[in-house]
DNA sequence: GTCGACCGTTGATTTTTGTCGACGGTTTTT
DNA sequence: AAAAACCGTCGACAAAAATCAACGGTCGAC
């Protein structure tokens, strides 16, 4: 159940791994199941695991002052899920991470994460150009938070992000949005041109 | 003048500098002069310089369909300028960097830093450590921007970057914000409690 | 099979924010 | 020194989006 990991370190580092290196790998994410509904990370927790997702899709939020719901990810096969700020600190997270499906992980701590950087060049190439991509998918999200209206922002997620609105409820990938789900409920009705 | 990036390196790395790494970096990180209003990359232009700012400040931002301009970052000194997509593919960018004042940069090439890299560990992991602030930053930005009223957004702005208000015409916060100046000029005047 | 959560939808209304036009005070340019 | 550009502010109004309340459908738990 590792191939996909392997095969994501290689596509993204654009080098092999040996035998070796892939062993070292397999050995150290450990496989994790979760059912539908289950935490990876609960608010006030530190967030102990990054985990690739083999299989399902999980989101992010937290809770606000006034016990509102924000969604700040959504994550779906190939997607590495961890609040990043409390991963590499060990400080306590404010965010929750759900399963929103029955969900299959491959999970790494911190420390392990670190020792295995230090012997496969090849991973650390790959977060690498995570960060990168990560960095300008971000800077993208920005862009359009600050300047589109509520409309152009969905069509911009169903353009880019077409896979997602099959696998999340509306309410949540509203949240995502930023917008009330009575609003995305309405944008959707209206015949777009 | 190569001394705040020099230093910056070594705090971030949390490692020394030897000697022979001070004077590759200070060979390959050229200075630029720029005047106020000069820019470091136009649109349609690939970012083809990474620049530290040694002392002055700078704003990206971009000309939408109707001619409006939005600003996605405000640098000031110790801070990095690039647009991070177009510098790392090489591509044209939509973004423009100009100086808000007369500025001094350190700047270096895409290859120019590849090779830099290749033979000075601790810049490899001051970058590892930039983008992983970069990313908590980036995070708390959109969290700010899906949950947050403009006033509240404003508030943990100046909380957060209290520099920067006097740098900066307020205008450009308010695009920065993702609010009309309008707004932005109504809200400061309303007695905050 | 029934009950209760969850989910999306809709209408009515309020709140927030943007737009437009105008003005006076600076600063910059010529 | 005059002209032009820039900047923040303000009022009136318009648009966008949030909020509140209610309803019917689906699905899972018991």
Tied chains: 1, 2.
């Excluded at 409390?86 to 965010?95: D, E, G, K, Q, R």
């Excluded at 999340?168 to 777009?192: C, D, M, N, V």
Aim: aromatic fraction near 12%; include cysteine; charged fraction near 30%.
């Amino acid at each position: 159940m590792h191939r996909p990991l392997l095969d994501y370190i290689c596509q993204y580092s654009k080098s092999f791994l040996t035998i070796e290196e892939e062993e070292m790998i397999t050995k150290a994410f450990r496989p994790k199941k979760m059912r539908k509904r289950q935490y990876l990370l609960q608010e006030g927790n530190v967030s102990k695991y990054t985990g690739f997702i083999i299989k399902g899709a999980m989101r992010q939020y937290y809770i606000d002052e006034k016990g509102l719901e924000h969604v700040v990810y959504l994550f779906i096969e190939n997607y590495w899920a961890t609040d990043r700020e409390s991963f590499y600190n060990l400080t306590p997270s404010i965010y929750n991470i759900e399963a929103s499906e029955n969900t299959e992980l491959l999970i790494i701590t911190r420390a392990e994460l670190v020792e295995l950087m230090k012997k496969i060049p090849a991973l650390v190439e790959m977060i690498r150009v995570m960060d990168d991509r990560n960095a300008i998918a971000m800077q993208k999200r920005i862009s359009a938070n600050i300047s589109n209206t509520a409309e152009e922002r969905y069509e911009e997620f169903i353009k880019n992000y077409p896979h997602f609105a099959q696998r999340f409820p509306q309410h949540q990938i509203a949240s995502f949005l930023g917008i009330a789900k009575e609003t995305l409920s309405r944008i959707k009705r209206k015949p777009s041109r």
